[in-house]
Structures are given as structure tokens and as C-alpha cells.
């Protein structure tokens, strides 16, 4: 821009103004911004985004189950239940390590008492969680307070599948067998105290062998299952028996022929007689 003044006329001061066209003009420059707003404004979207990532992901329900694993029992882990499995052993195992080896580190008297708390420890168990856990069943027994008399009841668990039982096949077969094992152990430890004449063992034997037992017999009665497996393997003893013994009478028969003709052949041969005189 160019200024031109006259002072020597007196007039005014004029201006004469021209545009320089090389410089460009109307050039739109971008819109004003405070860039402590953005800075503030960019952090807490980048917060909302952090947080909003782990809180759907605790709002969304888990799936999965937690299934515990024994790595020490790997047999344990084809059972529905296998803290009851445990559970189903561990206190007959307790009772047995205490009668075996107790009297190394313990007064008798304590190992008795010892062992007769773990084989009650035991009975309750069996009775009131595995057997209803592992095979569903349960039984107890009530007596009478007027006659005195004892009844015992037996329950079973209302089938929730199709096929009529929702047992797992191991849980079954593993609570048969160590509940048959147990008191086939205490039998054989008696035999044993009697013929090493350890009588002060008859207590703990003779209490960890009824209530063994009683679990047994409980169990046995409450399942029409067991009962028809027993009354198989009694039929297929008899079975055997009898074939055996049928055998053994035909053998005899046979043997009796043989050895019947045999004698009356050589009966018929003149002996062999020495002559001597004895003195």
C-alpha cells in the first residue's frame, strides 16, 4: 500500500490505495482451537475406552464350569464326582495306615481310639454323601419310641435321563468295589490277630468290621441292582459246584471200573512166592 501527501496546496491528505495481486487472497484459514480442551477431551474418551472393555467383558456370563483336577489321580478324573470318590476312600485309608503302623509312634490305646473315630468318620460319610452322590442311594434306619421296634428305609434317586439312571458307569463301579474291599480287609485282619494272638485288637477289628458292614448290608438292600448281581454270582457258585462235583463222580466211577477189573485180572495170576524159612 502506497500513502501520497500534499501539504504545499492545502488541502486534505489523500490516499491512493492499489492491491498487489502476487499475494493471494480469501485464503481460509482453520478454525480457532485450544489445544488444553482437546488434549483434555482426546484422555477421557481413551479412558471411557479402556474401562469399557474389561467391564463388558465381567458383564458377560461365563460358560464354563470348573472342573477339578488330580493330577496324583488320574484315575479320578473319568468321575462325575471325584472329590467324593476321594472323600469315599480317604478315611478307610486313614483307618488301615493307623491299625498297621500307629503302634510305631502312638500308645495302643490311642490307636484304638484312632482307628475307631476314622471308621465312624467313614460310616457317616458313606452313609449320608458318597452312596448318594456316587450311586443314588441312601438308607437309615428309625426305631419306634412306644414299641421299640426298628424299620429301616431306603431311597433312591428319581431318574433325570431317558435310559432310567443318571449314574456315572465309574462312580458306580468304584463306590461297589471299595465299599465290598473294606470289610474283606477287617475280616482278614481279624484272621490275622487271632492267629498271632493280638487280642487287644478285637476292639478296633470287631467295630470297624460292623460298621463296614453296616454299610454294606445298608447298601445291598437298598439296591435291587446288587441284589440281582448277588443272586447271579450265588447261581453261578451252585452251578459250579454241582459241576464240579458231577465231575469228580464220574471221574471216581470211571476210576472205580478201572482200577476194578485191573485187581481181578491180577488176582487170577499165581503170586510170586519165594521159598525161605524166616527166622
Known amino acids: ?3 501520497h501527501s500534499d501539504d ?11 492491491v498487489d495481486e502476487s499475494v493471494k487472497q480469501n485464503v481460509p484459514t482453520p478454525p480457532p482451537t485450544n489445544n488444553v480442551l482437546d488434549m483434555i477431551r482426546n484422555s477421557q474418551t481413551n479412558q471411557s475406552a479402556i474401562t469399557s472393555g474389561p467391564m463388558q467383558q465381567q458383564q458377560q456370563p461365563s460358560t464354563t464350569s470348573y472342573t477339578p483336577s488330580y493330577s496324583g489321580l488320574s484315575f479320578l478324573n473319568s468321575s462325575s464326582h471325584p472329590t467324593a470318590c476321594l472323600f469315599h476312600i480317604l478315611f478307610k485309608a486313614l483307618a488301615f495306615a493307623i491299625y498297621l503302623l500307629g503302634s ?25 454323601i458318597t452312596g448318594r452322590l456316587l450311586i443314588g442311594l441312601r438308607w437309615w434306619n428309625k426305631v419306634d419310641p412306644v414299641t421299640g421296634a426298628t424299620s429301616w428305609i431306603f431311597e433312591s434317586a428319581v431318574p433325570t435321563s431317558e435310559q432310567g439312571s443318571n449314574v456315572n458307569p465309574f462312580d458306580s463301579k468304584f ?7 473294606t470289610p474283606l480287609l477287617w475280616i482278614f485282619f481279624c484272621v ?43 447261581d453261578q457258585g451252585v452251578q459250579m459246584g454241582m459241576s464240579a462235583a458231577i465231575r469228580n ?8 471200573m478201572f482200577g476194578g477189573g485191573g485187581g481181578g485180572a491180577a488176582s487170577n495170576q499165581q503170586p510170586n512166592i519165594m521159598p525161605g524159612t524166616f527166622a
Do not use: P
Open 104 to 128: 510305631k509312634f502312638m500308645e495302643d490305646i490311642m490307636v484304638t481310639v484312632t482307628c475307631i473315630l476314622f471308621a465312624a468318620a467313614d460310616f457317616w460319610v458313606v452313609k449320608n
Open 8 to 18: 504545499s496546496d492545502g488541502h486534505d491528505l489523500e490516499f491512493t490505495s492499489t
Open 1 to 3: 500500500m502506497m500513502q
Open 249 to 256: 463222580g464220574m471221574l471216581g466211577r470211571l476210576g472205580g
Open 175 to 181: 463306590f461297589w468295589m471299595v465299599l465290598y474291599i
Open 192 to 234: 490275622t490277630a487271632i492267629l498271632w494272638l493280638q487280642f487287644q485288637c478285637f476292639v478296633t477289628l470287631a467295630t470297624a468290621l460292623v460298621l463296614s458292614g453296616s454299610n454294606v448290608y445298608g447298601y445291598y438292600k437298598c439296591s435291587a441292582d446288587q441284589r440281582q448281581k448277588v443272586a447271579e454270582w450265588m
